[in-house]
Antibody, heavy 126, light 108 residues
């Protein structure tokens, strides 16, 4: 059974750095078919993909947020970390981690988010 | 980045209705398009990947179609548990991935 769980502070002050941890089980981040992504959702708004880390430590970031984001992994602990610097009230959102899988076919490789954590709400306020 | 635009933003329908939600990409994404359902207070759940492939465990009343820039999600006969928000998401080439703004499906 695949599970993911996000943890981190519920409240951060403007300009602070946020660090979130995704602890997962039921899969390994050591195979090419599996990656882990972070996605956020401000209250009442749409989903926004933030970052992805691959089994070989390749990292990908949102174009608009890449200067503020860093993703890393601890394979031995089955954890993926996300740090976001210079937090602002507009960063108030539920932050999700999600297993990112690929389905390979002759027509291409199709990536999707098939298992998600329950999310953690982060509020940015002084 | 590739922009994804869904329409309508919201719609009201009745149990048993056939419903179609549209998603348009700002450039061709072949069939690298996924659909998710999100219920209030819950994380999204994958319904469709590669534009038309039904995720395991998803009821067959859900179907997806399209290629290039225009895609649709169809629910053939709405059930009470289908009232939720639906998102499309593209995975063309490498990240960044992008989502549509969502379509809220409400009970009429």
């Amino acid at each position: 059974q695949v599970t993911l769980k996000e943890s981190g502070p519920a409240l951060v002050k403007p300009t602070q750095t946020l660090t979130l941890t995704c602890t997962f089980s039921g899969f390994s981040l050591t195979t090419p078919e599996v990656r882990v992504s972070w996605i956020r959702q401000p209250p009442g708004k749409a989903l926004e993909w933030l970052a992805r880390i691959d089994w070989d430590n390749d990292k990908f970031y949102s174009t608009s947020l890449k200067t503020r984001l860093a993703i890393s992994k601890d394979t031995s602990k089955n954890q993926v970390l996300l740090t976001m610097t210079n937090m602002d009230p507009v960063d108030t959102a539920t932050y999700y981690c999600a297993r990112t899988l690929v389905k390979s076919r002759s027509s291409g490789s199709y990536w999707y988010f098939d298992d998600w954590g329950q999310g953690t709400l982060v509020t940015v306020s002084s | 980045d590739i922009q994804m635009t869904q329409s309508p933003s919201s719609l009201s329908a009745s149990v048993g209705d056939r419903v179609t939600i549209t998603c348009r990409a700002s450039q061709s994404i072949s069939n690298y398009l996924n659909w998710y359902q999100q219920k209030s207070g819950k994380p999204p759940q994958l319904l469709i990947y590669a534009a038309s492939s039904l995720q395991s465990g998803v009821p067959s009343r859900f179907s997806g179609s399209g290629s290039g820039t225009d895609f649709t999600l169809t629910i053939s006969s709405l059930q009470p548990e289908d009232f939720a928000t639906y998102y499309c998401q593209q995975s063309f080439n490498s990240p960044p991935y992008t989502f549509g703004q969502g379509t809220l499906l409400e009970i009429k």
